[in-house]
Each structure stands twice: as C-alpha cells, then as structure tokens.
C-alpha cells in the first residue's frame, strides 16, 4: 500500500451541493489542528504530511464529510476496509485538491474514484493515546488489503533545524505542510493544541454568512463576503475573488479557505485573502 475543501438560483446552488444528498445524521466530531509556534518540545510530537485533500470519516460502513453528509462512493472502492473508524483525506496526489472534490462529490459512484485514495490519519473512537493509536494503525496497515486505503507515515524529529529541512523537502516536492500530532494526545473534537499545523504561509477555513455589495468597478457584483470562523469571529473578505466569483459567489453556509497575515487585538484575521471554496462541506 502507498503511504502517504448572494444566494444563487436554486439550481446552481444544488449544482455544488456534493456527494449523494443522503445525510449519515450528525456531523463526526473531528480533530481540528492549531498553528505550530516554534519552541514545543519536538520529541513529544508525532509528524507527517499536510495532505490537501478532502476530510472525510469511515464509520465502518460509510465515509462521510465534515458536514454529515454520505460520499457516493463505489461499493467496491470500500469493500475491504476494516470495521473501525477512521479519520483520513480522500486524496489523489499533491495539487490535486480540485481534481479530488470533483471527483467526490458527483451524487452517483463513477468510475473516477479508481485514482483516489483514503488516506488514514487517525482512529478516532480507539480511546488510546496518539503513540497507541500510530501503533494501532501500523497493525491496521498490515492487516488490511485494499488498493484504496493507506495510512499517512508518521515520523519524529528532534530538532527545529531537522523539522525545517523536512518541511521544506515537502514543499520541493508540491506539498502544502506538516503536520504535528502529540504523542499522548487523545482523541479530541474541536481545534486543539494537541494537533499542530506547520505551513509556509497562514491559512484557515470560515463559513460564509452573508454578502456586501460591491462599489465601483464591482457594482451589481459582491463586494466581499461575510464570514464567520469556528471561533465565532465575524468578519468580510474582499480581496482574491475573481470577477467570476463576484458574479456567482461561494453560497451561503459553504465553507472557504482564506489566508492571513496575523491577527489584530480583537482576534480578527489582518489581511485576508480568498483563496478558494471547500465544496465537500456545506451545512
């Protein structure tokens, strides 16, 4: 096995709605990362891979989103994986994102789902501490015999200088980042300190609430989005949106990516910047 996101008509907002329409009930409880700040004790810390592909839980029966909704997945692309719950990207290779959501959030199974891969990061109803739970997935790797699924290979450095050289050989190679786990960390929902992000640049995810209209040179097109984070900070962004999506923005309670420079005394993301919509989570 290998190792290693102005309220439209109706029918163009059903057009991005993805996946099957079926909901599997409540939204997983997820693990959310925080942002890596240097000077943590490295060798309590698991690392591995950034990948940027599409969040997703195997239930045992069913892989669904970070919204609560069914991925029509093939029968066959799930048929052997295990009877335990895993947290994992559906990927498909590095600077695929846009690739994979198409291909996963068609509303029937297709043949496209033969390039994409589950990427297993986390067993997150195992109830032990990271160490046992990179144990565990080892075992699971072992056992498990499906060209579909994979465990990403998780790593340890000792030091800031080693962690750098390998972030940087991840970037070389058209990845987006690190990630670094603590090795004693359950398995918690929410954004947690256990969890850390390590990236060239500043990133995050927000929920569009509503639209200002634009002025100028944008009149009769959005102006900038309103969004709200998970920590509940509402704020607008206006700039990195094409013409395009000024004309037909990102729909309400969809979730984007931004990136952003810091943050101001009130916890208000200086500078951001629309980077793309998360089409595989809508509300």
Known sequence: MASQ??????????SLLPFSGSLAGDKPDIMLADIYQQGIDLSQYWVSEKLDGVRARWNSQQLISRGGNVFAAPEWFTKDFPAVSLDGELWMGRRR????????????????????RFMAFDLPEHGGTFDERVSAMKDLAAQVDSPYLATIKQETFETEETLKQQLQTVLAQGGEGLMLHRKTARYLRG???DLLKLKPHTDAEATVIGYRPGKGKFTGLVGSLKVRTDEGIVFYIGTGLSDEERRHPPPLHSQITFRHQGFTKNGIPRFPVFLRIRNEQPE
């Open 5 to 14: 996101r102005w309220t439209l008509p109706l029918l163009a907002f059903l």
């Open 97 to 116: 994102y846009e690739e994979t959501s198409s291909v996963v959030r068609k509303h029937q199974p297709h043949e496209g789902w033969r390039n994409v």
């Open 191 to 193: 954004r947690s300190q």
